[in-house]
């Protein structure tokens, strides 16, 4: 149904920035959360930050303050900028979008992921 494409990671230094950005496409009738996970090497995958179709968001304790999540509606897309990166950060950021799957049922959605796009912060 939706195709979850994430772009813009790579190598940084400590302190340094980043910013992802995801992009949906496919059969798209109304995305409704959309957020971004990690999953650094041997933990589990953990939400960094939400943000609702309204703009609403949220964030993990540990990024609050230095990592910003936006979202243009119009264009199906998604970002998250990410400052004063630190080596704790490190880790596979993953795309996620709770999607409308139907044309005639707004409450009928589903999930849908990215394939990562890798975030590695050196010292």
């Known amino acids: 149904h939706v195709r979850l494409v994430e772009s813009g990671g790579g190598l940084v230094q400590a302190g340094g920035s980043l910013r992802l950005s995801c992009v949906a496409s496919?059969?798209?009738?109304?995305?409704?959360?959309m957020a971004w996970y990690r999953q650094a090497p041997g933990k589990q995958r953990e939400l960094v930050a939400e943000?609702?179709?309204?703009?609403?968001?949220e964030y993990a304790n540990s990024v609050k303050g230095r990592f910003t999540i936006s979202r243009d509606n119009a264009k199906n897309t998604m970002n998250l900028q990410m400052n004063s990166l630190m080596l704790e950060d490190t880790a596979d950021y993953y795309c996620y979008a709770e999607s409308v799957v139907s044309g005639t049922d707004p409450q009928e959605v589903e999930d849908f992921w990215g394939r990562g796009t890798k975030v590695t912060v050196s010292a």
């Open positions: 496919g059969r798209i009738f109304s995305i409704k959360a």
């Open positions: 943000i609702t179709n309204g703009g609403d968001t």
